[in-house]
Each structure stands twice: as C-alpha cells, then as structure tokens.
C-alpha cells in the first residue's frame, strides 16, 4: 500500500529501474554512440513531451536497440539518422503518439467541442 502511494508521487519504481538498467547499457555504448544517443535522448525529452513513463522507457530502449546493433554492425550515425537528426527524431517520435501530452490535449478539445455541439 505505501508503495503505491509513493509511486503515486513519485513515479513507478519499475520505471526506475528500467532508466538505471537503460543509462547503464548506454555507458557501454562507443564514445561517438553515446554522443549520438545523448542528443536524441535530449532533443526527445524536450520536443517528445511523452507523459508516460512506460512509453518513455519503451522509446528510449527501442532508441537504445537500435543503436547497439548499430554499434555492433559498425554502421555508421549518418547512416542511422540520415543527413537531418532532427527529421530522424521526428520520425522515430510518430511511433509514440500514445505518450504524448498533447494527445490528451486534443482528446479535451474533441471531447468540449463535441459537448457544445450536443448542448446547441
């Protein structure tokens, strides 16, 4: 009971877990890797507005997949990203619409506008 209590505040412990086994796994990564990561980690967090922890940490170890096989077949970053990042981060945000804050921002539009029209 105090567990899910705190984790009312604080957040899932199990989600906690999954970002310190994920920060961890991308210490492994080649330094020029885990540059990579770092700046879509950065440029996620901020554009991505994901709300949801649990579809936070999918996207950041699919994220984490991709570029340990990359790694791992020696295949280049601008292979992976392309020549525009920011497109690539974009693309791979589509895939996690579900985690977004303004998702359930529309859903509230939808749902006032469909209110007022059944109140006209």
């Not at 770092?38 to 997949?65: H, P, S």
């Not at 340990?68 to 292979?79: H, K, L």
């Not at 020549?83 to 693309?91: L, R, S, T, W």
């Amino acid at each position: 009971m105090a567990a899910t209590w705190i984790e009312t505040v604080t957040g899932s412990f199990e989600d906690k877990k999954r970002w310190r086994k994920y920060k961890a796994r991308k210490q492994d990564l080649p330094q020029s890797y885990r540059t990579a990561i770092n700046g879509l980690e950065r440029y996620i967090m901020y554009a991505g507005a994901i709300v949801k922890g649990d579809i936070l940490m999918q996207m950041m170890e699919d994220l984490l997949d991709l570029f340990e096989q990359a790694a791992a077949d020696s295949t280049s970053i601008r292979n992976i990203v392309g020549d525009d990042p920011v497109e690539f981060a974009e693309d791979f945000l589509l895939n996690y619409e579900d985690g977004r804050w303004v998702n359930k921002e529309r859903t509230r539009l939808n749902d006032a506008i469909d209110k007022a029209v059944r109140e006209a």
